[in-house]
């Protein structure tokens, strides 16, 4: 096997015929997968096993190229998070490698990125990022997908982690038709715009952040094609939530993904959730058991049923769900 910068075979076509025959040659098991497919200038270069027989000259030729090797390419990548045709390293990224080097290498994997930007750090009132732009122009907007769904996303203003995607297809799968699910600090829709794409729930979508809350609006209606259940967005404090609530019409679950205060609210899920109702709670820790002893201390007489490392949050402390069950004597 070449590696990288060594020589290779590669069917070189016009931009426009590339599509066609890319597919061609790897019906025919011609391309060599372990190589980028690379564009220079109109052309792009295809790297593959042998001169193929089954196309068309009139629009290709064969030459010898040196495309980058995957395998080596990534086998030390940056850690990034890709936000449409946006990547952005945290800054502890840049204490190890040199910045020249990561944008180069996040190139090579994605092409077509308009921006790299560094988050330098998170401004914890609406948890925003602070954002600096390390390559490229800047990018106000993106709109991400998650299972289909469409968000968009105001850089450096709103919360998002596209990491959490599983996370949200997780907790909407096990909401019921019929619920009544109050999301404290929903950012810009991750959670209730799933739970409303999978079941017939009602979800109540608070965020204090007024851009958030606006984006969450905005994302309802761009998948309300694909929604089941309903979502109301609100923007206040989670503190003033159980006044906002219909007399009587308490919550069947309460999602609160506020890692670093989520146990500042205890009196807002007791207000908020029935008796018999589950709370899912986020919680950053170094030690799960530590964490175990401080829910079980706050809510007590409430039932942990289970909990989950949901992401490595640094070096030797990460965020856990604790799905909590409310006692139902009270």
């Known amino acids: 096997m070449a590696g990288l910068g060594e020589k290779v075979l590669c069917v ?15 019906r025919n098991n011609l391309i060599l997968e372990d190589y980028l497919i690379e564009r220079v200038g109109d052309k792009i270069l295809i790297p593959v096993a042998k001169t193929p027989e089954s196309l068309e000259d009139a629009f290709f030729r064969t030459v010898e190229c040196a495309p980058v090797y995957k395998k080596k390419l990534i086998a030390n ?7 449409g045709e946006v990547a952005i390293v945290r800054s502890r990224v840049l204490e190890q490698r040199d910045p020249e080097e990561v944008v180069e290498t996040l190139l090579k994997i994605h092409p077509r990125l308009k921006a790299v930007y560094v988050k330098e750090e998170t401004v914890e009132e609406y948890r925003v990022p602070v954002l600096k732009l390390l390559w490229g122009t800047p990018v106000e907007e993106v709109i991400v997908k998650e299972y289909g769904l469409s968000f968009k996303v105001r850089l450096g203003k709103v919360y998002y982690n596209p990491r959490l995607t ?3 297809r997780r907790v909407a799968s096990l909401v019921r038709n019929g619920e009544v699910v109050v999301d404290l600090f929903s950012g810009i829709g991750g959670f209730p715009i799933h739970i409303a794409s999978l079941k017939t729930a009602l979800v109540l979508a608070n965020d ?14 761009s998948n309300m094609k ?5 979502v109301i967005a609100l923007n206040d404090d989670a503190r003033n939530i159980p006044e906002r609530l219909p007399r009587g019409g308490l919550a069947d679950r309460v999602i609160a993904n506020l890692p ?17 109702g589950v709370l899912h709670l986020y919680v950053l820790t ?11 201390n706050a809510l007590q007489g409430w039932r942990i049923i289970g909990h989950r490392l949901v992401l490595e949050y640094s070096p030797g402390s990460g965020i856990y769900r604790f799905d909590i069950v409310k006692p139902k004597h009270v």
Do not use: C
Request: net charge negative.
């Open 12 to 26: 070189e076509v016009e931009k426009t015929y590339a599509e066609k025959a890319i597919k061609a040659l790897r």
């Open 208 to 221: 204090l952040n007024p851009t958030a809350h606006e984006l969450l609006i905005e994302n309802v209606k």
């Open 286 to 296: 170094r030690d799960v058991y530590t964490a175990i002893d401080d829910v079980s």
């Open 226 to 230: 694909k929604l089941k259940g309903v």
């Open 166 to 168: 599983e996370e949200h």
């Open 77 to 83: 990548p940056p850690s990034y998070d890709l936000l």
């Open 260 to 276: 670093k205060a989520s146990l500042g609210f205890v009196e807002v899920y007791d207000q908020v959730l029935a008796p018999g």
